[in-house]
């Protein structure tokens, strides 16, 4: 069921993201800490990565690992088009390069497990989903 519906998941979660990162929400979100804040943005590109690989991987049946790059570049690219439109179309957000590093850091984490999942998981039972 997850397999037929990730694409669908995938892109509510996109257009869920990037209103979160463009709309003022200021009056919904108290003010956070700003570890917090990148820690958001790192949990927020994690999940991107792995909705959009298993979108890649079990939707369009790329390679584990070219599903896995397809995923990460677009999280990555992603990320810095999101940032810039912040700097650039809205006025109560600003750009951040440390947002960038903070989006990037969530994907080499959600590369890396994945990674790993392939090398234990995958090899046993040729699945990653139930």
């Known amino acids: 069921m997850l397999k037929s519906l ?3 998941i995938s892109i509510l979660y996109t257009i869920t993201l990037t209103a979160l990162s463009l709309f003022k929400i200021d009056n919904v979100v108290v003010k956070i800490p700003s570890f917090n804040d990148k820690a958001g943005h790192a ?5 991107f990565v792995f ?7 079990y939707k369009f049946n790329f390679k584990y690992n070219k599903a896995l790059g397809f995923a990460a570049l677009f999280s990555l690219g992603y990320g810095i088009l ?3 439109l912040q700097g650039w179309i809205t ?7 440390n947002d960038v590093l903070a989006n990037a850091l969530g994907m080499v984490f959600a590369v890396l ?5 392939k090398k234990r998981v995958l090899k046993k039972n040729n699945s990653l989903l139930f």
């Not at 949990?43 to 999940?47: G, L, P, V």
């Not at 909705?51 to 991987?57: D, H, K, N, R």
């Not at 006025?91 to 390069?97: A, G, L, T």
């Open 6 to 8: 990730s694409f669908l």
């Open 43 to 47: 949990a927020a590109h994690f999940i």
């Open 51 to 57: 909705l959009w690989f298993v979108v890649f991987y």
């Open 82 to 84: 999101i940032e810039f």
């Open 91 to 97: 006025i109560s957000r600003q750009s951040d390069f």
């Open 113 to 117: 497990l994945l990674l790993s999942i």
